[in-house]
């Protein structure tokens, strides 16, 4: 792994802020700053890197996106590449491009990457990535914190429900198409049983809207009824955040 140089480790606290909460909060100095300096640094992976983050802040996101796939193809266990791309995209509700990127990242040999992967499985109830990188990650003998130990418990109940668990990955591939066209804002998922024993894949919405989240669920109910999910053990439901 190359070492993060200290001219990008500067370049990256500059752009955070607008990483993390998904809109541009550099001044037009700062733009032009980051974007020649990034341009300059030695390491290509870095360089291509902050280029393609530049200019998913700067709305850009097509173009961006391509040079920072280019940066984590040249450096596929540059932990930081990764993680800064996919929060950029999770910033901005890009959900399908956000998941392709950890589907592409399941042959790391990075911890920090694996860790993020499985908790990206964990939160689309994914069982093929989740029998991808357990097994990995125990044959590399990395400590089980509580991510890990509730992605492999998660592992575990999603074979014991066998064949049926399928239409939960369906419902869960459904609420992200939902989120990622509506460029929706995600808190947390997570599987709970409602009163009636029925098995829900919850997922918080960022924005307080219940207009928002009452359309939503309404498009849920009806691509849903569309793949003949209604008569499924299981259903989706987009609840408000906290």
């Not at 399908?96 to 911890?111: H, M, Q, W």
Request: proline share 3%; charged share 25%.
């Amino acid at each position: 792994m190359n070492k993060v140089q200290p001219k990008t480790g500067e370049l990256i606290q500059m752009l955070s802020p607008s990483l993390v909460n998904g809109e541009n909060r550099l001044s037009e100095f700062e733009i032009h700053y980051i974007q020649r300096n990034a341009k300059h640094l030695p390491d290509l992976n870095q360089s291509l890197s902050i280029q393609g983050l530049l200019k998913i802040v700067c709305g850009e996101v097509d173009e961006g996106c391509d040079l920072c796939e280019r940066a984590i193809a040249l450096g596929p266990n540059e932990a930081a590449s990764l993680i800064n791309y996919t929060l950029a995209l999770r910033s901005i509700g890009y959900h399908k491009k956000n998941y392709d990127a950890y589907r592409r990242a399941t042959r790391s040999v990075e911890p920090a990457i694996l860790r993020d992967v499985t908790n990206a499985a964990v939160f689309w109830v994914d069982l093929e990535i989740l029998d991808e990188v357990i097994p990995v990650i125990e044959a590399m003998d990395l400590p089980f914190d509580d991510d890990i130990e509730h992605a492999a418990k998660l592992r575990g109940f999603l074979h014991e429900l066998g064949g049926e668990g399928r239409d939960l990955q369906r419902i869960a591939k459904i609420m992200m198409g939902i989120a990622d066209n509506g460029r929706i804002l995600l808190d947390v998922s997570k599987l709970d049983f409602l009163e009636d024993d029925t098995l829900a894949l919850m997922i918080k919405i960022a924005p307080e809207d219940a207009s928002l989240l009452s359309d939503m669920n309404n498009q849920l109910v009806d691509a849903l009824l569309s793949e003949e999910l209604e008569m499924s053990k299981f259903i989706g439901l987009f609840v408000a955040g906290d």
